[in-house]
Each structure stands twice: as C-alpha cells, then as structure tokens.
C-alpha cells in the first residue's frame, strides 16, 4: 500500500513557476514507477509527466514538453514536478499516481493516486 499527499499548488501569473511536490509512504518507495496528472474542469484527466523507478527515464506530454521537469529522490521518498513558463492552459488540479514497476502515461496501469492539488494560472 502506497499513500501519495501532493503539495506545491497555488496561483501564479503566467509565465511564473510552481514546484509540486508528491510524498509517498509505504515500502518499498523505489519499485514504483512515478506519474504526474492533470484535470481541469470539465476534461478528462491527462498524462502530465512520469519518471522510472531510479529515474534515470522520464517521459512528457508534448503540451509541457520544455517546460515541466519531472525528478524523485527515492531517499526521500518524494516526486517533484518543476514547472516554469506557466500558462493559463495549464490550470487544473495535479495528481501524482505510483504504479507498480511502470511509469509510462496510460492513467489505467496507476494503482495509487494522491488527492491532488489546484494549480492557477492568471493571465
């Protein structure tokens, strides 16, 4: 069993940055592949950003590709989510998900999702 809190969220003007951070508890930390999300009112949540178990491959979404930077630090048992050029598209809640050994983008294969953190970007 995992549990995920995520931290960070906030209002920026656009262009500002937002780190987001996911703390994990439970064993076993590092067998997890690590994921960012997204959902802003009315859409589907979306793949943001994952990173593999030691890190050494991570994965973007084309929309923050550049801009977002996805890093854990399995001592700590913490995922982040740097976040700069922010724009008012990217307004939504943020979730970090774990999954057992995977850490691609389809949101199914995640088994532990935190409870998300708002994200708002003024224009």
């Known amino acids: 069993q995992v549990q995920l809190v995520e931290s960070g969220g906030g209002l920026v003007q656009a262009g500002g940055s937002l780190r987001l951070s996911c703390a994990a508890s439970g064993r076993s930390f590092s067998n997890y592949g690590m994921g960012w999300f997204r959902q802003a009112p009315g859409k589907e949540r979306e793949f943001v950003a994952a990173i593999s178990l030691k890190g050494g491959s991570t994965a973007y979404a084309d929309s923050v590709k550049g801009r977002f930077t996805i890093s854990r630090d399995n001592a700590k048992n913490t995922v982040y989510l740097q976040m700069n050029s922010l724009k008012p598209e990217d307004t939504a809640v943020y979730y970090c998900?774990?999954?057992?050994?995977?850490?691609?983008?389809?949101?199914?294969?995640?088994?532990?999702w935190g409870q998300g953190t708002q994200v708002t970007v003024s224009s």
């Open positions: 998900a774990a999954s057992l050994y995977y850490s691609g983008s389809s949101r199914n294969r995640y088994d532990y």
